[in-house]
């Protein structure tokens, strides 16, 4: 599948506010692929309108995603010397989340699973899944007993898993869904009452520097703040327990730890707009400057 401004294209209005009052800021992004990056002025919510289909996404996350992405990454020995140390884990030992074994822990995006290895690492008796489209990936993921329980999590794979995981991970993937809230909402139903859902994103009050070069991606639909952050979680059966704006391991992303809420969440939304605004502009006014542009080239050659 070839990256290019000919495939099939759909419009979006915001998901969190229904406005379809947005600004344009971007007509290409990494790889100078041509895409739609907007922010919207009711919010603050960044999103790419119009984008891709469900079907031209399916489509380049099973046979294409890996090529532009995960480059020099399937090797399994690899990752589970690497899952000896693992970030998530660390957070979540951190924060006093890991009380139980065995844990059934379901990773949605999963990747090759280096994740998951951290779980397994921590207990041989932990239980793991994945939802991931990477047809290479499959193999990996198999090869230390993860099940793979669907390559789409947007199909009715929830329906087979009532109240069945103690974890659920999302490391850079909300940002990747068509639909973000729909499936938060069917997360909610798969979630032990007592579970945890841990979801990491990047931070685009952070995105001073290789804007146009690297944040802004075809693949990315959604693009989150603190702000826009929690105006999402408000809408859905979630509430957040922690919130960290980066640490040590990045200092460019959200990472959350949520849980399920029985209370009523107040609807209103908090806007970022113009706050939003102009740290993208900024970041794209420096992404322009002659030094940067000759820095990234350099990187690109010494990359091939």
Same mark, same amino acid.
């Given at each position: 599948?070839?990256?290019?401004?000919?495939?099939?294209?759909?419009?979006?209005?915001?998901?969190?506010?229904?406005?379809? !009052?947005?600004?344009?800021?971007?007509?290409?992004?990494?790889?100078?692929?041509?895409?739609?990056?907007?922010?919207?002025?009711?919010?603050? *919510?960044?999103?790419?309108?119009?984008?891709?289909?469900?079907?031209?996404?399916?489509?380049?996350?099973?046979?294409?995603?890996? $090529?532009?992405?995960?480059? !020099?990454?399937?090797?399994?020995?690899?990752? *589970?010397?690497?899952?000896?140390?693992?970030?998530?884990?660390?957070?979540?030992?951190?924060?006093?989340?890991?009380?139980?074994?065995?844990?059934? &822990?379901?990773?949605?995006?999963?990747?090759?699973?280096?994740?998951?290895?951290?779980?397994?690492? &921590?207990?041989?008796?932990?239980?793991?899944?994945?939802?991931?489209?990477?047809?290479?990936?499959?193999?990996?993921?198999?090869?230390?007993?993860?099940? &793979?329980?669907?390559?789409?999590?947007?199909?009715?794979?929830?329906?087979?898993?009532?109240?069945?995981?103690?974890?659920?991970?999302?490391?850079?993937?909300?940002?990747?869904?068509?639909?973000?809230?729909?499936?938060?909402?069917?997360?909610?139903?798969?979630?032990?009452? !007592?579970?945890?859902?841990?979801?990491? &994103?990047?931070?685009?009050?952070?995105?001073?520097?290789?804007?146009?070069?690297?944040?802004?991606?075809?693949?990315?639909?959604?693009?989150?703040?603190?702000?826009?952050?929690?105006?999402?979680?408000?809408?859905?059966?979630?509430?957040?327990?922690?919130?960290?704006?980066?640490?040590?391991?990045?200092?460019?992303?959200?990472?959350?730890?949520?849980?399920?809420? +029985?209370?009523? +969440?107040?609807?209103?939304?908090?806007?970022?707009?113009?706050?939003? $605004?102009?740290?993208?502009?900024?970041?794209?006014?420096?992404?322009?400057?002659?030094?940067?542009?000759?820095?990234?080239?350099?990187?690109?050659?010494?990359?091939?």
């Amino acid at each position: 599948m070839k990256i290019s401004s000919e495939i099939e294209q759909e419009s979006i209005t915001c998901i969190i506010c229904g406005s379809s !009052d947005s600004e344009l800021l971007a007509k290409k992004g990494r790889n100078d692929v041509s895409l739609n990056f907007r922010i919207c002025k009711g919010c603050g *919510l960044g999103y790419l309108s119009p984008r891709w289909t469900k079907q031209a996404y399916n489509q380049y996350y099973a046979t294409e995603y890996d $090529k532009h992405y995960r480059k !020099d990454v399937f090797d399994l020995q690899s990752i *589970l010397e690497q899952a000896k140390k693992n970030v998530v884990v660390e957070r979540f030992q951190n924060s006093n989340f890991l009380n139980s074994e065995p844990l059934s &822990v379901l990773e949605i995006g999963s990747g090759e699973g280096r994740n998951l290895a951290g779980f397994k690492n &921590v207990s041989s008796e932990n239980n793991l899944y994945a939802i991931e489209p990477s047809v290479q990936s499959h193999k990996i993921l198999e090869g230390f007993g993860v099940e &793979v329980i669907s390559n789409d999590v947007d199909d009715d794979w929830h329906l087979k898993y009532p109240k069945k995981f103690d974890v659920i991970i999302m490391r850079h993937v909300l940002e990747h869904f068509l639909n973000p809230i729909e499936v938060l909402n069917n997360l909610g139903k798969v979630l032990k009452e !007592d579970g945890v859902l841990y979801i990491a &994103v990047p931070n685009c009050f952070k995105a001073t520097n290789n804007v146009q070069s690297s944040w802004i991606r075809v693949v990315h639909t959604f693009y989150f703040n603190p702000i826009s952050f929690k105006n999402l979680i408000d809408k859905t059966p979630f509430k957040i327990s922690e919130l960290h704006e980066g640490d040590q391991h990045n200092n460019n992303e959200l990472f959350a730890f949520l849980e399920l809420n +029985t209370e009523t +969440t107040n609807s209103n939304h908090n806007n970022c707009f113009e706050k939003q $605004k102009e740290v993208f502009m900024q970041g794209m006014s420096n992404d322009a400057k002659p030094l940067n542009k000759v820095k990234r080239a350099i990187t690109k050659i010494m990359n091939k």
